[in-house]
């Protein structure tokens, strides 16, 4: 059971960390130092390759063209810099993004909120709103019809 467990969450099982029983749960380990979270890191809403990932489809989302590679960096201030590039290598955009937040901006000074889930336009909130009203008035429609239907019979 457990070489079933360990192939079917990790593929081949290189990628999982040790543990140990613990008082009332397990203990997960790292296999290094390096890859132990400091307290402020441990207060980011993601890892700095999540972060990464999401400027790469913000940018995407953006402009209709993607990036091919990151590089993300640790500022002084404690923010994070990504940077994204191309498949030559040319530099396409530049976020500082908080990583307590995932907010921040790009290279343009235009602010940009990395953990975007959803969407957020006022044309598809109003679509929306204009589709659900008209189903409404379709059910609407069908039970009057319903209605009238009874009474004839």
Not at 33 to 47: L, R
Not at 99 to 126: F, M, R, Y
Not at 134 to 143: H, T, V
Request: a negative charge.
């Amino acid at each position: 059971m457990i070489l079933i467990d360990l192939l079917f969450y990790t593929k081949d099982g290189t990628d999982l960390n040790s543990w140990s029983k613990g008082e009332k749960s397990p203990v997960f380990t790292a296999e290094n130092s390096s890859e132990t979270k400091t307290d402020d890191e441990k207060s980011n809403i993601a890892s700095d390759e999540v972060l990464g990932s999401w400027a790469l489809k913000d940018y995407l989302r953006k402009n209709n063209v993607g990036g091919t590679d990151i590089t993300i960096k640790h500022s002084s201030d404690g923010n994070r810099e990504i940077t994204i590039y191309d498949s030559t290598g040319k530099a396409l955009e530049k976020y500082t993004v908080d990583p307590k937040t995932g907010k921040g901006v790009n290279s343009a000074n235009e602010a940009v909120d990395l953990p975007q889930t959803g969407d957020n336009s006022l044309t598809h909130i109003i679509i929306m709103t204009i589709a659900m009203a008209m189903l409404g008035l379709g059910i609407l429609c069908l039970k009057s019809n319903l209605k009238i239907r009874r009474k004839e019979e």
